[in-house]
């Protein structure tokens, strides 16, 4: 498909997506909270979290948040392990125990208490001469994956991937999308990262739009999958090349036959 039409495709799904609450997901729940803090820590939270259905995060946040009185900084600044337990007892998720949600909950107080914020812990990592977010984001999720605890599931470092490890680390890109792009979707908090340095937030869907789309030539889903997409769209925005992912992943989850975008 030539880069005139790809360009048409991509602007045209961009503009019929943009709009807030264009299309059910677990962004929305960011958008319920005024105070930064609150927004960064239930941002991370949701980000970690979302796998499955839309419907299945969204139920399993706002069961979160009704547990922690709708006050996240709050709840998590004051969290103690052997005093809130009982509270977030029964909210296991999928394949992640309630365990998992207690070791979190102690890595982000610990940030907390250290750094002040999670945006302050992000850019103690990064540097403004970055070609990408790479780097900072293997720093920051090293810090949140410190938590150790005897009751941690096989699965607890699921939730906050490295990308050292290779992964798309989606989730992970998500929430930095989130708190780094500003539109009726996105929060726009750490206006001190460049949009053009992130990356995007590769999943099912999105992996399979951008191959149909010949968006990338990589066959693998994996980091470098992910690079050479971000790579690909920056050719139709230098600026701000992850602004796609939203329309792209809702036109996937969404419509399954792919072949209006030929």
């Not at 299309?23 to 105070?35: E, N, Y």
């Not at 998590?76 to 394949?95: E, H, M, Q, V």
């Not at 001190?192 to 992130?198: A, G, M, N, R």
């Not at 790579?231 to 989850?253: E, M, N, S, W």
Request: glycine share 6%; net charge positive; charged share 25%.
């Amino acid at each position: 498909m030539r880069s005139e039409r790809l360009k048409e495709i991509l602007d045209g799904l961009y503009n019929t997506y943009k709009n807030k609450y264009s299309s059910k997901d677990p962004v929305w729940i960011l958008h319920r909270f005024s105070c930064e803090k609150d927004i960064e820590l239930i941002g991370l939270i949701t980000a970690a979290y979302a796998y499955g259905s839309v419907d299945q995060i969204n139920r399993f946040i706002s069961s979160l948040l009704l547990k922690t009185g709708n006050k996240p900084y709050e709840f998590t600044i004051n969290f103690s392990k052997r005093k809130d337990k009982k509270f977030l007892d029964g909210l296991a998720y999928r394949f992640n125990t309630s365990g998992d949600l207690l070791n979190l909950f102690g890595s982000l107080n610990s940030i907390l208490i250290e750094y002040g914020s999670l945006k302050k812990l992000f850019l103690s990592f990064h540097k403004n001469d970055n070609v990408n977010i790479i780097e900072a984001l293997e720093g920051f999720t090293a810090k949140l994956n410190e938590e150790k605890s005897i009751s941690i599931s096989p699965y607890y470092h699921y939730l906050v991937s490295n990308p050292a490890a290779g992964s798309t680390c989606k989730r992970m890109n998500l929430f930095l999308r989130w708190m780094v792009r500003k539109d009726e979707i996105d929060l726009g908090l750490w206006n001190e990262v460049s949009t053009s340095t992130l990356l995007m937030p590769v999943d099912t869907h999105i992996g399979r739009i951008s191959k149909k789309m010949g968006l990338v030539k990589r066959k693998t889903i994996d980091l470098k999958f992910a690079i050479e997409l971000t790579q690909r769209l920056k050719t139709f925005d230098a600026l701000d090349p992850v602004k796609y992912d939203f329309a792209l992943c809702h036109y996937g989850i969404e419509k399954k036959d792919l072949s209006l975008l030929k």
